[in-house]
Nanobody, 123 residues
């Protein structure tokens, strides 16, 4: 069983910084993709940033230039460095991991989610 354990959320003033961490544990594998999603109450969960094992990064337009995603593959850990935070960045941030198991006849996809960590940016 795989567990994603997040840490680093909290309350910060507008313009401030936070770093979120997420460690995948419980099974020996290296996630192909690790990502951070954000959910605001009453809205759908949205992708904030993702990063593949090979280093390819993808960001939501709203966070480009302010957030940086990074991975430590040896530790199965993903980070989200958030700078110049805005009140609209407020939400619950979820860690996500995807592992693809390539078999002869098909590819199995395994997805895992963390429990979420709350980020509140005050104006």
């Amino acid at each position: 069983q795989v567990q994603l354990v997040e840490s680093g959320g909290g309350l910060v003033q507008s313009g401030g910084s936070l770093t979120l961490s997420c460690e995948a544990s419980g099974r020996r594998f290296t996630p192909d993709t690790m990502a951070w999603y954000r959910q605001v109450s009453g809205e759908q969960r949205e992708l904030v940033a993702s990063m593949t094992t090979g280093g390819r990064r993808n960001y939501a337009d709203s966070v480009k230039g302010r957030f940086t995603i990074a991975r430590d593959n040896a530790k199965n850990t993903v980070y989200l460095h958030m700078n110049s935070l805005k009140p609209e960045d407020t939400g619950v941030y979820y860690c996500y991991a995807e592992h693809l198991l390539h078999l002869i006849e098909r590819t199995n996809r395994y997805e895992y989610w963390g429990q979420g960590t709350e980020v509140t940016v005050s104006s």
